[in-house]
């Protein structure tokens, strides 16, 4: 059973963690894992800080519960903070990661923990069926991930700040704020007096495929495919749709 906190600002403090944890009466679910993400997608891309973390990490460990972080973007979450990734996973027990997304290649994840959690997430792979064969093809691309995109990231992340900008400049648009731009960007159109699903579709005339999130926020992903001209448009387009 997963029990939610409220993670909407893009973060888990321990004193929600002690709060949500419910003791060991009968009649409920022992508690054995905290799952944290960095950086934190439906908020806008904020990045969990090494301090955060860790004081997450000492309240979880106190208590003998394990720390989980899905940080399918946390090379993005270390190239805003410019600290190595280890920084950022070695408080915590398990940590997943995404070699798609920013980092390019065109599929695949990796999950990285103790020999003895890696043991058992193979068998559990096996036992739902996801064990892949022949996969050197897609492996050789993640490691390309690795080598040669990381060190890239911050160029979407200057895109992202500069499209930011640029956007927040055209009346009745909100970028939310974050503590660190990284790639994402939730953007509100309300004050167009457009929803987000008509501003979408404005959009699409356009040419360019910008989803919703809500009713009234799109959101917005810089990758290595999105360039400096790209921006441009980007932000003509909604000056365009806004004034119109
Ligand atoms: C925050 C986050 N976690 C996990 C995933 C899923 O990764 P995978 O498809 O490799 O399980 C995604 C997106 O696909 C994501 O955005």
Redesign the pocket.
């Known amino acids: 059973m997963a029990r939610t906190v409220d993670d909407s600002n893009g973060t888990i403090r321990p004193e929600q963690i002690i709060a949500a944890l419910r003791g060991t009466d009968l009649h409920f679910a022992p508690a054995s894992l905290v799952c944290i993400?960095n950086t934190h997608?439906m908020s806008g891309g904020r990045v969990m800080e090494p301090s955060e973390i860790q004081a997450l990490a000492e309240t979880v460990h106190q208590r003998g519960l394990k720390l989980h972080m899905?940080g399918?973007?946390v090379f993005n979450a270390a190239a805003a903070l410019g600290v190595p990734v280890t920084e950022l996973i070695g408080p915590v027990d398990s940590v997943?990661f995404?070699l798609s997304?920013g980092l390019s290649a065109p599929v695949g994840?990796i999950i990285a923990g103790s020999k003895e959690f890696i043991e058992r997430a193979r068998k559990f792979r096996k036992l739902l069926g996801g064990g892949m064969r022949q996969v050197g093809v897609l492996a050789a691309a993640g490691i390309v991930a690795l080598e040669e995109m990381v060190d890239r990231l911050a160029e979407d992340h200057q895109r992202a700040q500069r499209l930011a900008e640029g956007l927040s400049q055209v009346c009745g648009i909100k970028v939310a704020d974050t503590n660190y731009r990284t790639n994402i960007l939730l953007v509100d159109v309300e004050g167009t007096g457009l929803s987000a699903p008509e501003f979408s579709s404005r959009l699409k005339a356009l040419g360019l495929w910008i989803n919703p999130k809500s009713g009234t926020s799109l959101r917005i992903v810089v990758h290595r495919h999105i360039e400096d001209s790209d921006v441009d448009r980007v932000i003509e387009a909604f000056r365009e749709i806004a004034a119109s």
């Open positions: 993400e997608n899905d399918a973007r997943m995404c997304k994840s």
